[in-house]
Each structure stands twice: as C-alpha cells, then as structure tokens.
Nanobody, 123 residues
Framework: EVQVVESGGGFVHTGESVRLSCTLSGFTGDSWGVGWFRQAPGKEREAIACLSSPDGTTTYTDSMKGRFTLSSDNAKKTVYLQMDNLKPEDTAVYYC????????????????WGQGTQVTVSS
C-alpha cells in the first residue's frame, strides 16, 4: 500500500523553528518527487517547495525562499521541511504530496497526498 505520511507539526511561538517530515511507504525504486504545500484557514492551498530523487534538486516558490529548507534521507524515503523564524501567518495545515516517478515541478500535480499536519504559530 502506498502511503504518504507527514509528522512533526505542533504549536510554537513566533521566531521558533519546526521540522516536518514526510515519509513515503510502498514506493518502488529510487526515482520519486515530493512537494510541500500549506493551507491556512480561509485561504487557498499554496506551494512551498519540491524535491526530486535521486538527484536531490530542490525548488522553492519565491515567497518561501529564505526561511524554509528541504532536505532528504533517500534511504528512508523521507523528506524534511525545516521552517525557521516562524511567524503567525505561517499557521496552516502543511501537506506533503508525492509521485512515484522522477518529478521536480510542484505545479504538475502529484499522485499521492498525505493527511496534513497542523502547525500553529502564536505571537
């Protein structure tokens, strides 16, 4: 069974950091792509960044550059989203999505989506 599972969300204060994890299970091979998205209450879902395997290329949306960093442990098929200097406007449900083939374009769509993890930033 293919699964995409996010973890690591929670409640933090302004200026603190959080690292989210996205683990892929049931994926075959070494070629896959992961995208991170978020959706705040009353707002549309927005893309954050994406990462491709096996090359490790990362692409960030312009508005997310600087405070958000992607990394991966390919052996574990896990992608991390490090979020630093968090602000109240970063409060959202964060979603991980993945393709079981090489992909590095978060606008092209994903096969599988996680259930989301809540991040709440208090001022």
């Amino acid at each position: 069974e293919v699964q995409v599972v996010e973890s690591g969300g929670g409640f933090v204060h302004t200026g603190e950091s959080v690292r989210l994890s996205c683990t892929l299970s049931g994926f075959t091979g070494d070629s896959w792509g992961v995208g991170w998205f978020r959706q705040a209450p009353g707002k549309e879902r927005e893309a954050i960044a994406c990462l491709s395997s096996p090359d490790g290329t990362t692409t960030y949306t312009d508005s997310m550059k600087g405070r958000f960093t992607l990394s991966s442990d390919n052996a574990k098929k896990t992608v991390y989203l490090q979020m630093d200097n968090l602000k109240p406007e970063d409060t959202a449900v964060y979603y991980c999505a993945a393709n079981n083939f090489f992909s590095n374009d978060y606008e092209s769509g994903y096969q599988y989506w996680g259930q989301g993890t809540q991040v709440t930033v208090s001022s």
